[in-house]
């Protein structure tokens, strides 16, 4: 009589018990889910913005390194520097992690681009002889403002 007690005693699972247990274990997927995509973005966007970076700097570089071999402006007058260096004509294009330059498609097509287009002025200064100013202004799809611009001062050696 005992035996058969036990059993009347024991229960099993209800239906709104397993429904709560999966609506825990949906909501425990979900976040976990929501937070791997969530580090995966940001980890490409760390990426992106230090591949830019570094795209950027070998650029600058290369002008500094090759200065001897570009045709330095001797109008000091800075409508000549804004007119050569109009968004329209940048001649190079880039894109961080490819190395390509003055593509002409780019320049016939906008939309042919990979992702932003380059310009520089080289200037050199009154005083002292032998260092110039480089005004390099650059484009990006995917930057919030039109154009990013730097100015450097280097030395033909």
Same mark, same amino acid.
Request: proline share 4%; hydrophobic share 35%.
């Given at each position: ?34 937070? &791997?995509?969530?580090? /995966?973005?940001?980890?490409? /966007? ?19 390194? /090759? ?24 001649p ?7 190395e ?41 799809r ?11 001062? &280097?030395?033909?050696?």
């Amino acid at each position: 009589m005992r035996h058969g007690n036990l059993l009347k005693n024991q229960r099993g699972v209800t239906l709104l018990e397993i429904m709560f247990a999966m609506g825990i274990l949906a909501l425990g997927t979900y976040l976990t889910i929501e937070g &791997v995509d969530q580090l /995966s973005e940001s980890t490409r /966007s760390t990426k992106n913005i230090s591949s830019t970076e570094r795209q950027i700097a070998m650029i600058v570089d290369n002008i500094r390194t /090759s200065l001897g071999q570009y045709q330095i402006n001797y109008d000091p007058s800075s409508a000549t520097k804004q007119e050569a260096l109009e968004l329209d004509s940048l001649p190079m294009e880039w894109d961080p992690g490819v190395e390509r330059l003055a593509i002409p498609e780019c320049l016939a097509d906008k939309k042919k681009c990979l992702g932003g287009r380059y310009g520089f002025v080289v200037q050199p200064l009154e005083e002292p002889r032998g260092l110039y100013t480089v005004t390099l202004r650059m484009t990006h799809r995917d930057w919030k403002e039109p154009f990013r611009e730097y100015t450097f001062l &280097v030395t033909v050696q």
